[in-house]
């Protein structure tokens, strides 16, 4: 069975024992339930309005802070001998999908 889930404005079709990287949670976030925004399996599939009723996802993080890669921006200006770089690096947590319940 699969679900797609919504976590931090993103959604993210998940299965069992599946890991995830998504942005950063709360500090003191142990276990998640997520509503499901639909379910589905190889025959049937339920989609919600907005939610499904009674179908719900838990996770539990397994990694609270996990940096992500190093992205450079490159600010330039022609004719200018104007050339600034700036950079960051995002904060993400890594989530495993411990459950999905449909009723």
């Not at 939610?51 to 921006?73: H, N, P, S, Y």
């Amino acid at each position: 069975m699969k679900a797609v889930v919504q976590v931090g404005g993103k959604q993210y079709i998940v299965t069992e024992k599946e890991t995830l990287l998504v942005d950063r949670l709360q500090d003191g976030t142990k276990e998640l339930t997520l509503d499901a925004l639909m379910v589905f399996d190889d025959k049937t599939a339920t989609v919600g309005t907005p939610t499904v009723k009674g179908a719900t996802v838990k996770a539990q993080v397994v990694e609270d802070e996990v940096k992500g890669d190093k992205l450079r921006i490159i600010h330039f200006q022609a004719k200018k001998r104007v050339n600034k770089v700036t950079g960051h690096r995002q904060k993400h947590s890594r989530i495993q999908i411990t459950g999905i319940s449909a009723k």
